[in-house]
């Protein structure tokens, strides 16, 4: 139950990942990257900000404790010249405590003047790791634009092409069938001319020596009609007729030779 339990998880863990590495894009990453570089390199400022701050604060209580100490030494000497001794033995207490001060103030602030310089270095180095990365980071990103909108113009491109292969499939095929109607339409042809198959165009159980004897019917029905009209013609007509059109007439029955 244990071995399904983890593989069940695994399974999860690979399908988020994917779904992450599909919706994940470089240069928010980069982006994301660059500001906690950023906030960083503003943390260890802000660092060394307050060092040198503290190492300022204990400088100037170092320099008061000094001028305390100058001040109970000479207030020592007057208690003294005064005749004093007791106020010039407490003056000298106090200025030997400010003393011993002073001197703890000067070990802080030789300790904080290190980290001071540490911080320092540690912020020039970190700063051009961050100006570093900047460069890197507008380079990739400018890559990854470039290649992307690559990408899209290639997929259309492609997309293209399949509509265009698919347009010139269709042309093809109506090519195809155009040429094979041709040729069907001519094998026809040849077929009906040499009888082996009837013309569709002729009445139902005729053949063409039908036609050919229904056509010298028509013919001479037309020679018929043509000789009783010339005969109608009034007399001369006919010889005038002929020689404007250049043949002699012929001699009608019942003229003498």
């Given at each position: 139950?244990?071995?399904?339990?983890?593989?069940?998880?695994d399974?999860f863990?690979?399908k988020?990942?994917?779904?992450?590495?599909?919706?994940e894009?470089?240069?928010?990453?980069?982006?994301?990257?660059?500001?906690?570089?950023?906030e960083?390199?503003?943390k260890?400022r802000r660092?060394?900000a307050?060092?040198?701050?503290?190492?300022?604060?204990?400088?100037?209580?170092?320099?008061?404790?000094?001028?305390?100490?100058d001040?109970?030494?000479?207030?020592?000497?007057?208690a003294?010249?005064?005749g004093?001794?007791?106020l010039?033995?407490e003056?000298l207490?106090r200025?030997?405590?400010a003393?011993?001060q002073?001197?703890?103030?000067?070990?802080?602030?030789?300790s904080?003047r290190?980290?001071?310089?540490?911080l320092t270095v540690?912020?020039?180095?970190?700063q051009?790791q961050?100006?570093?990365?900047?460069?890197?980071?507008?380079?990739?990103?400018?890559?990854?634009?470039?290649?992307?909108a690559?990408?899209?113009?290639t997929?259309?491109?492609?997309?293209?092409?399949?509509?265009?292969?698919?347009?010139?499939?269709?042309v093809q095929?109506?090519?195809?069938k155009?040429e094979?109607?041709?040729?069907r339409?001519?094998?026809l042809?040849?077929?009906?001319a040499?009888?082996?198959?009837e013309?569709?165009?002729?009445?139902a159980?005729?053949d063409d020596?039908?036609?050919?004897l229904?056509?010298?019917?028509?013919?001479?029905?037309?020679?018929?009609?043509?000789?009783?009209m010339?005969?109608?013609?009034p007399?001369?007509s006919?010889?005038?007729a002929?020689?404007e059109?250049?043949?002699?007439?012929?001699?009608?029955p019942g003229e003498?030779?």
């Amino acid at each position: 139950m244990a071995r399904i339990t983890q593989r069940v998880a695994d399974l999860f863990r690979v399908k988020a990942n994917k779904a992450l590495d599909r919706a994940e894009d470089p240069r928010e990453v980069l982006d994301y990257s660059y500001e906690q570089q950023l906030e960083m390199l503003q943390k260890v400022r802000r660092g060394l900000a307050d060092v040198a701050t503290s190492r300022k604060r204990v400088g100037l209580q170092a320099d008061q404790l000094r001028q305390s100490a100058d001040k109970l030494g000479d207030q020592a000497q007057q208690a003294l010249a005064a005749g004093r001794e007791d106020l010039a033995r407490e003056a000298l207490t106090r200025r030997t405590a400010a003393a011993s001060q002073v001197d703890g103030l000067e070990e802080q602030q030789t300790s904080l003047r290190a980290e001071e310089e540490k911080l320092t270095v540690a912020a020039e180095r970190l700063q051009q790791q961050v100006d570093s990365f900047r460069t890197r980071k507008e380079t990739i990103k400018a890559r990854y634009t470039s290649a992307e909108a690559q990408t899209r113009v290639t997929e259309s491109v492609s997309g293209i092409g399949d509509e265009l292969g698919d347009v010139g499939y269709a042309v093809q095929r109506a090519q195809d069938k155009t040429e094979q109607m041709q040729a069907r339409a001519g094998a026809l042809d040849e077929l009906i001319a040499s009888g082996a198959l009837e013309d569709a165009t002729q009445p139902a159980g005729e053949d063409d020596i039908h036609a050919e004897l229904e056509r010298v019917s028509a013919d001479q029905d037309v020679e018929i009609e043509l000789a009783r009209m010339k005969a109608q013609l009034p007399a001369g007509s006919g010889t005038e007729a002929a020689r404007e059109s250049g043949a002699a007439p012929k001699d009608g029955p019942g003229e003498e030779d």
